[in-house]
Structure formats: C-alpha cells, structure tokens
C-alpha cells in the first residue's frame, strides 16, 4: 500500500513556463512534507518542506502548496530552467517517527530550451 | 552543501562476497538512516539509528546489518552478496526531533553490483 503516490512519471515542459509537479498522500500521520531533486547515480538533494500546519511555502523560484483535505501537495516551479531536469520526489514523515521519510516514486521533469 | 559521505560510490562484486558500505556525516546528527533505491522506483528505508548504540530495521525487509558504534559513523553490511542486492543505497542524517522539523541530508549514494 503506497502511501506516497506521485502519479506522473514525467513531465516536459519550456523553458521560462511553470512546472507543476503533483503528489497525493493517504496517512493522516504525516505532519511534515520535503521536494527532493535527484540525479542518476547521486543522492537526493533537498528542495524545500512545508509543515501541515502551513498551506503554502516559497523559496526563490520553488513553491510548494498543501491541501490537507484533499491530501495534496504539489511544488510549482516559476520560470522553469533546463538545469532544473532531474527527478523530483515528494517525502513525507510521519508524526512521531523521528524524521523518517516515505517517499513518491519520482517525477522526471525535462525542461527543454 | 551537506557533511555526508559515502564509500565507495560504484562497487561491483561477486556473489558470495562480504561488503560494508560506509557512511560518516561531520554534522553531529543524532539521527540517521538507509535507504534503498531501485531505478524508477521509490527510496525505501531500510535502517535507521537514534543515536550511538541505537539501530532498527525499517519498512523495507533487507538482509544488511547496520551498527552505530559512533555518532559520526553508521556503516552498512552484507554478509553474503547476491545478485538481487544489486541497487543504489543512500544514507542521509537529520536533526529532526520532537520540536523540530528539518530535512534530512543525504550521501551521494553507493551503487551496488552483485555478478
């Protein structure tokens, strides 16, 4: 049972738009969300977080949105860029846990010049 | 940029063969973990540690050890190699705590080949 579902396995779109990556969760124990970025054949790198008490958290360019009736997250990228290609994943840690993560299985974005 | 490494980065071995996949952080973290990557798949946890002396198995079922002799260092090890180890392993560490919620940084990762 997936916990963490990012239902898009790759998104493509142009340089200078917005990139929407989506991610639905089922546990209402999670109480703390990261955006990771990741390359092949290296670790992840973190991206930005939102805490379920907040709805929303910018960063620079990156944006994430939470929806917690509709157990919804989604990170938004404004003005896309190409070194922003890679593999995004959405985490979730549970309440309690001790920062143990559950994690989406990824969303390849290509951003094309 | 994030104090956590690891070694060796590639590794390709025989079965059969006894590894340890090493982990240090100069972070001081109390907190850190395993976790297994499968290509186009999720990252699973598969061990974690509290502190010095402290190790759990995760939610993943793995045949690896781990051990926690020092904060700084939390190794991994498999006794016996076989082919279905063969993935990306990555450790991260946290100060995540009751009153605190931070992200957890990770290694560059080791990529397992068991032939």
């Known amino acids: 049972d997936q916990q963490v579902k990012q239902n898009s396995p790759s998104l493509s779109v142009q340089e200078g738009r917005i990139s929407i990556l989506n991610c639905d969760y089922t546990?209402?124990?999670?109480?703390?969300f990261l955006w990771y970025k990741k390359y092949p054949a290296e670790g992840p790198t973190f991206l930005i977080s939102?805490?379920?008490?907040?709805d929303k958290n910018e960063d620079g360019r990156f944006t994430v949105f939470l929806n917690k009736s509709a157990k919804h997250l989604s990170l938004h990228i404004v003005p896309s860029q190409p070194g922003d290609s890679a593999v995004y994943f959405c985490?979730?840690?549970?309440?309690?846990?001790?920062?143990?993560?559950?994690f989406g299985q990824g969303t390849e974005l290509s951003v094309k010049p | 940029e994030a104090d956590i490494y690891q070694t060796p980065r590639y590794l390709v071995i025989g079965t059969g063969k006894k590894i340890t996949l090493e982990c240090s952080q100069t972070?001081?973290?109390?907190?850190m973990y395993w976790y297994q990557q499968d290509p186009g798949m999720e990252l699973h946890l598969i061990h974690y540690?509290?502190?010095?002396?402290?190790?759990e198995k995760g939610d993943l079922s793995s045949e690896s050890t781990v051990s926690r002799i020092r904060t700084e260092h939390f190794p991994l090890t498999l006794e016996s190699a076989r082919p279905s180890h063969t993935s990306q392993y990555l450790c991260?560490?946290?100060?995540?705590?009751?009153?605190?919620?931070?992200?957890?940084?990770f290694g560059q990762g080791t990529r397992l080949t068991v032939v």
């Open positions: 540690s509290y502190g010095v002396n402290s190790t």
């Open positions: 972070m001081g973290h109390d907190k």
């Open positions: 991260a560490s946290s100060e995540f705590g009751s009153m605190v919620r931070t992200e957890a940084f």
């Open positions: 546990n209402s124990m999670f109480d703390y």
């Open positions: 939102i805490s379920s008490i907040k």
């Open positions: 985490a979730a840690s549970p309440y309690n846990q001790g920062g143990k993560l559950i």
